[in-house]
């Protein structure tokens, strides 16, 4: 057999090197597609952010927002998904809204990506995958997992310190792409406070009396399975904390912290007369007690690693060989919607908020996800 010469050699690097690039580049392409939702029949138009804010068009913070009007007036709500993409049960719950609520009083907007530069990458070195799917009667929904941050290559170099602009508190300088510390952001800042601007712009246009911000956490992090609240908000999100306590939906309350800046309970209860608040689930996919990272760890929610921590007691919340699964958490954020909109509906007469179709915490459950996904149109 012969050897190869070394030019010979130096074109066998150069196409091996040429095809991981070509693959690379595709799948760097593929992770700019945006996931697939059907506007269920309560969606009575859909919007941009940019429709909202000139500034934000053509760009790749530019993001869907679904309006629901209901058949008769009263309040709005706005509900955000995906401000960290990583973040899934908030992804999923606002799918869940879109594709099955209708409104019979007041008004319902939803943003389920609102980080959309987020959901195009993943973090370096680990070993996130890039979507996840969910079984339905039809086939197979695929969804992206994204990531906590901005893309960096929308939004590059980070600073050494990030100096959140309204308040003038500083932070490390990754948090300059972290949507969730740039709030209320600025029309003429940068990309990822250009965003918050935009979603400010959408509040404060739909006029929301109630926005409610879906996040997860590690199950080692001590803010999770909570709500927390904006001081004017503290009513509403209390009288919905006992509710749910009462359904044996474990949920506890924190007040937003009056001098942490950028973060979406803080800035928007400042910044408007909406009542502004945060919710948390478990998610064993981000933490670092976390072992294989892979789609079933994301979907089921299952980490024999989280059960020894548990035993450990190293978490926040019990862990059991049945984990946490992502049914689990989008049932537990339909929960807390149904109780927060009841508590507000209790306090503010004449601007009510009432929706139908909202998947029920126990069906969500039992049935699954995939049983109120619908087809893609």
Wanted: no cysteine; aromatic share 6%; net charge negative.
């Amino acid at each position: 057999m012969s050897r190869l010469s070394a030019s010979g050699r130096a074109w066998v690097f150069l196409a091996l090197g040429l095809t991981a690039a070509i693959v690379a580049g595709l799948e760097f392409r593929a992770m700019h597609e945006p996931e697939p939702i059907t506007a269920g029949p309560g969606v009575a138009r859909m919007r941009a952010l940019s429709d909202y804010a000139a500034w934000m068009k053509g760009s790749p913070g530019d993001t869907p927002v679904y309006v629901f009007e209901g058949r008769e007036p009263g309040g709005t709500m706005l509900l955000l998904g995906g401000t960290h993409p990583q973040e899934i049960s908030g992804l999923m719950a606002a799918v869940l809204a879109i594709e099955n609520v209708t409104v019979a009083k007041g008004r319902l907007i939803v943003i389920p990506q609102a980080n959309r530069s987020g959901f195009t990458h993943t973090e370096p070195l680990e070993g996130f995958p890039h979507t996840f799917e969910i079984d339905t009667p039809q086939g197979r929904r695929w969804f992206r997992l994204g990531m906590r941050l901005a893309n960096p290559i929308h939004q590059w170099p980070d600073p050494d310190l990030h100096v959140h602009a309204a308040s003038g508190e500083v932070m490390v300088g990754l948090e300059s792409r972290n949507l969730n510390r740039n709030h209320p952001g600025q029309a003429e800042g940068r990309f990822t406070a250009r965003v918050a601007a935009a979603i400010l712009a959408v509040l404060k246009a739909e006029g929301a009396d109630l926005t409610l911000d879906l996040h997860e956490a590690y199950p080692e992090y001590p803010i999770i399975n909570m709500i927390v609240a904006h001081e004017r908000a503290f009513e509403i999100a209390t009288l919905a904390t006992m509710s749910l306590q009462a359904r044996k939906i474990p949920m506890d309350l924190m007040a937003s912290p009056k001098n942490l800046h950028g973060l979406s309970h803080r800035e928007f209860g400042d910044h408007s007369s909406t009542f502004a608040l945060l919710s948390e689930t478990a998610n064993p996919g981000m933490g670092r007690f976390r072992g294989r990272t892979d789609e079933a760890l994301v979907v089921e929610g299952q980490d024999a690693n989280y059960v020894r921590a548990s035993g450990l007691k190293r978490l926040f919340v019990p862990f059991s060989e049945k984990g946490h699964p992502l049914a689990d958490r989008v049932a537990r954020n339909m929960a807390t919607i149904e109780e927060l909109l009841a508590a507000h509906n209790e306090a503010n007469t004449g601007r009510e908020i009432v929706l139908e179709g909202l998947p029920d915490y126990d069906a969500v459950r039992l049935k699954g996800l995939g049983h109120f996904l619908k087809p893609i149109l």
